[in-house]
């Protein structure tokens, strides 16, 4: 059985950090290119960043790049996802995903539908 358990969310003040990690079992994890969306009060999931299954090829949203750094560790089944300067507005549950292949295209990579396995989520608030 697939399982994504989130954790590392908080409460932080702007411009602060976190180091959100996802541990994964029941797959061959270091197969997987893994996904990281988050959804805030009242809105849809939003795609933050896709990782490939080696961790030398990344993706972000415009409204995180430069300031959250997506790596994993497959030697320990984890993702982590690595935010700096912290806004308001990246307050949300931040949740692990991927798909049921391995590989995940530029054409899917941003689409919530397309996934199949999910975690629980980690809430991540931002606030002075």
């Known amino acids: 059985e697939v399982q994504l358990v989130e954790s590392g969310g908080g409460l932080v003040q702007p411009g602060g950090s976190l180091r959100l990690s996802c541990a994964a079992s029941g797959f061959t994890f270091g197969s997987y290119d893994m996904s990281w969306f988050r959804q805030a009060p009242g809105k849809g999931p939003e795609w933050v960043s896709t990782?490939?299954?080696?961790?030398?090829?990344?993706h972000y949203a415009d409204s995180v790049r430069g300031r959250f750094t997506a790596s994993r560790d497959n030697a320990k089944n984890t993702l982590y996802l690595q935010m700096n300067s912290l806004k308001p507005e990246d307050t949300a549950v931040y949740y692990c995903?991927?798909?049921?292949?391995?590989?995940?295209?530029?054409?899917?990579?941003?689409?919530?539908?397309?996934?199949?396995?999910w975690g629980q989520g980690t809430r991540v608030t931002v606030s002075s």
């Open positions: 995903a991927t798909q049921s292949g391995p590989l995940i295209t530029i054409a899917t990579m941003q689409v919530p539908d397309e996934y199949d396995y």
């Open positions: 990782i490939n299954s080696r961790g030398d090829d990344t």
